[in-house]
């Protein structure tokens, strides 16, 4: 039988503090305070602008520089880009993306 240390109980513990932490209480501490309308439709907007940022730097100019190689993703990313900014669902703006990716992919 495996013999458990108390060092590695120790940070499991401690990982998962680490990790629940920053999630919960912003939540606990946010939870009992009003917003006003503008900070709420400013936060409304911080996934859409880092989904964008991450794509941008991904795809648009992977290695420091533009290739322009795959006209597919570009649709594909302008076409995510549109769902997301309506729907600001992230799960409706990657299905969406990658269908269109796949589309283009296999009809072109």
Known sequence: MMELRVSIVELVVLCALVTVLPRVLPLILLSRITLPAWLRAWLAAVPVAVL????ALQV???NGQWTGQDPAM???IVSALLVATVSRSLLL???I???VYALLLSFF
């Not at 964008?52 to 794509?55: G, K």
């Open 97 to 99: 993306g990658m269908l």
């Open 60 to 62: 648009g100019v992977p």
């Open 52 to 55: 964008a940022a991450l794509l």
């Open 93 to 95: 703006t990657v299905l």
């Open 74 to 76: 570009l649709f594909a």
